[in-house]
């Protein structure tokens, strides 16, 4: 793992450098963790990208969108090398911050649209919230269908946009110990050293919020393995924040551990910097070595992959309608509002608040699409958005992984992050309701 890890960041310097632009410092300074995520800790199925219980890898720190893709190509996803070298082109699979398939882009792989920070390790809160939800619905105490994590890649950026905390409370009160966060804690942000704007203990943060915290050498291949192991390992009801401390821009005598590493100011240093790693003058190398050793990773994640699909056949027998409802939503088989208008039933009477129109809509579509949930952010009684009879979601209280109403507290931005989250997980229809005055708290989600 320790060659593919270098040889991941080449892919990153090489294609950088051809397009004279993007972000080198994280690709460069978190090759090891993605060497691990990819080379061994994550379930997935590069021949069946879609395939419901694979683990989510979210990049936060999406500017950093080389290393995603250089590991995507190395695990075996259908991204190839000609595709790398378009990196940042128009119309390329491999725009410069990762886009969740859509009319330009389908790059396999790519679980959300990252870019804003502290946005994407927030759509991680929603994924995880999407995972326990699906788990408590589906699964059996015969068969287990969904036992996936959710992991997140995020800077320092993600960290002191103020969305990140709305959305670290909500997952440590909820209980989401389903959510891994790696942290790429290098000291750098754009315009200066890290510490010029920044001096809180962030492990001592985050374990106020009552996540499970870890602080690692995220260049230490055995101690970045170990402990995501751990992480992955402990269903304690805590979220996981594990601080791995690295150099931006590593491999790079140059620029890295500086602000100038974050960006392409490497560029004219790549070629030194490729051989001082012990790459050939080939550019967008790959050895064999590595192949080999992922085809391994892709025959262990393929007898994983084969073992669920015999479990999900023998649960599909036993249980026919909860496999149609779950077929139904991941295919995203819902009855054309056309259709649905016609089968809810036609108000009459006297004028009355549009929002008491609105709770009365509400229950009739929650009857007609079971995959329907929704949520308030402190608001419920007002903006009257509750489903009936659909129990609350959470963790302690009244509330239960399989309750259809969200209760996010007093957190718009992340509201909207984290319904977002839920919609890229693929099972839910997710909304969400606040006032119209409070919608600029998370206009960019709206726009994501």
Known sequence: LTTAAN????????????????????????????????????QYNPNDTQW??????????????????SWLNIAGFDLSIEELKNFRQHNSATPGHPEFPNSEHSTPGIE??????????????????????????????????????????AGD??????????????????????????YDSNEVTLDKMAEYTQSEDIIKRYDAYGWETYEIDGHDLASVEETIAAAKASNNGKPKFIKCNTIIGKGMEETEGTNAAHGEAGVPYVDKARASIGLPEEKW???????????????????IYSDWQATY????????????????????????????????PEMSGEAEATRVSGYKVIQDIAKLVP????????????????????????????KTYDGKNIYFGIREHSMGCILNGIAYHG??????????????????TIRI
């Open 7 to 42: 040889e991941a960041r080449g892919l990153a310097m090489d294609s950088i450098a051809a397009a004279h632009s993007g972000h080198m410092g994280l690709p460069l300074g978190c090759a090891e963790i993605g060497a691990t995520l990819y080379g061994s800790q994550m």
């Open 313 to 344: 056949a023998a649960w599909k027998e036993a249980n026919a309608d909860k496999a149609k409802e779950l077929e139904d939503a991941v295919a995203d088989n819902v009855m054309p509002a056309a259709e649905m208008i016609k089968a809810i």
């Open 427 to 444: 099972i839910f229809k997710a909304s969400g309701s606040t006032f119209a005055v409070f919608v600029d708290y998370f206009r960019p």
């Open 285 to 303: 190398f790959v050895s064999e070595g590595t192949r080999d050793y992922f085809s391994g990773v892709q025959e262990k994640n393929g007898k």
């Open 371 to 398: 995959n329907y949930v929704s949520g308030s952010a402190d608001l419920h009684g007002s903006t009257r958005n509750y489903i009936d009879n659909g129990g609350n979601f959470g963790a302690g209280f009244d």
């Open 52 to 69: 419901i219980n694979r683990d989510r890898f979210i990049l936060s720190a999406g500017h950093g969108s080389m290393f995603l893709y």
């Open 157 to 182: 950026g993600c960290f002191q946009e103020g969305v990140s905390a709305e959305s670290a409370a909500f997952a440590a009160q909820e209980k989401l110990d389903n959510l891994i966060v790696l």
């Open 112 to 153: 959300c649209t990252t870019g804003p920070l502290g946005a994407g390790v927030s759509n991680a809160v929603g994924f995880a919230v999407s995972e326990k939800m699906a788990a408590a619905r589906y699964n059996t105490d015969d068969h287990t269908i969904f036992d996936h994590h959710i992991y997140a890649l």
